[in-house]
């Protein structure tokens, strides 16, 4: 179930944030003018308001349909690409309640699907490498300033995935929005080539898909 059926949490809430949910229809009508990019597993979306999830989880949802038509004889396949489609979504929300929320749904939400399709034989292990990109993905912090609540500055991970192999890469979204100001089109989130791409604020080694979230 991914349908979140109340817009508003309280008055004070619309006067001070604007926060009023998108429907469901909404979402979907909105996504299907994107639908083939919603249909492409490793595209990559940012919500930079992305409340408690409204938006994400549909894109969720979406591409987890694919990845269970293209991937139904391999339960490792099916990991890495239900994975890369986590990875390829981020969000950025003000208010810290509205964070945990959108984290938590996305991840309650891959699990039911998960444990749905392959019960007995689910990896506990695996489950905590998605939720540690969830956490990663959906940053607190301000969309205008660029900043998180402490004053540094909003990070997003790139996870390249090459068979079992992760690498991830940090940037900085200020980086990343002047890069794609300068392309007239995002970065990290529009597939650029490589020597488009931002420098880097940090790179890591190569890891198992299984060991994410040892990344520090
Ligand atoms: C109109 S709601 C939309 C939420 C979600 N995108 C949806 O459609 O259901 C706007 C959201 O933006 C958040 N917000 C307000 N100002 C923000 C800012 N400067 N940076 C990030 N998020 C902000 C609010 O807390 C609220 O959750």
């Given at each position: 179930?991914?349908?979140?059926?109340?817009?508003?949490?309280?008055?004070?809430?619309?006067?001070?944030?604007?926060?009023?949910?998108?429907?469901?229809?909404?979402?979907?009508?909105?996504?299907?003018?994107?639908?083939?990019?919603?249909?492409?597993?490793?595209?990559?979306?940012?919500?930079?308001?992305?409340?408690?999830?409204?938006?994400?989880?549909?894109?969720?949802?979406?591409?987890?349909?694919?990845?269970?038509?293209?991937?139904?004889?391999?339960?490792?396949?099916?990991?890495?690409?239900?994975?890369?489609?986590?990875?390829?979504?981020?969000?950025?929300?003000?208010?810290?309640?509205?964070?945990?929320?959108?984290?938590?749904?996305?991840?309650?939400?891959?699990?039911?699907?998960?444990?749905?399709?392959?019960?007995?034989?689910?990896?506990?292990?695996?489950?905590?490498?998605?939720?540690?990109?969830?956490?990663?993905?959906?940053?607190?912090?301000?969309?205008?300033?660029?900043?998180?609540?402490?004053?540094?500055?909003?990070?997003?991970?790139?996870?390249?995935?090459?068979?079992s192999k992760v690498?991830?890469?940090?940037?900085?979204?200020?980086?990343?929005?002047?890069?794609?100001?300068?392309?007239?089109?995002?970065?990290?989130?529009?597939?650029?080539p490589e020597e488009?791409?931002?420098?880097?604020?940090?790179?890591?080694?190569?890891?198992?898909?299984?060991?994410?979230?040892?990344?520090?």
């Amino acid at each position: 179930m991914t349908t979140n059926e109340k817009q508003t949490k309280s008055k004070d809430r619309v006067r001070e944030h604007g926060e009023v949910f998108t429907a469901e229809r909404e979402v979907n009508a909105m996504l299907d003018l994107v639908k083939c990019e919603t249909e492409r597993i490793d595209s990559r979306f940012l919500e930079p308001a992305c409340g408690n999830g409204n938006f994400l989880i549909k894109i969720l949802e979406r591409k987890l349909d694919v990845v269970d038509k293209a991937y139904k004889r391999s339960q490792w396949d099916w990991e890495i690409h239900a994975m890369v489609a986590v990875s390829s979504l981020y969000g950025v929300e003000l208010l810290p309640d509205n964070v945990a929320e959108c984290v938590s749904r996305l991840f309650d939400y891959f699990k039911q699907r998960y444990k749905a399709r392959y019960k007995a034989k689910t990896s506990h292990i695996y489950l905590e490498n998605v939720l540690y990109l969830l956490k990663k993905n959906i940053v607190c912090g301000d969309a205008l300033t660029l900043l998180q609540a402490d004053g540094k500055p909003i990070i997003f991970s790139e996870w390249g995935f090459s068979g079992s192999k992760v690498i991830r890469r940090d940037f900085t979204m200020s980086n990343l929005l002047k890069s794609s100001e300068k392309q007239a089109k995002p970065t990290l989130f529009d597939l650029q080539p490589e020597e488009k791409l931002p420098v880097p604020v940090r790179q890591y080694p190569a890891v198992n898909y299984l060991e994410i979230k040892n990344y520090a």
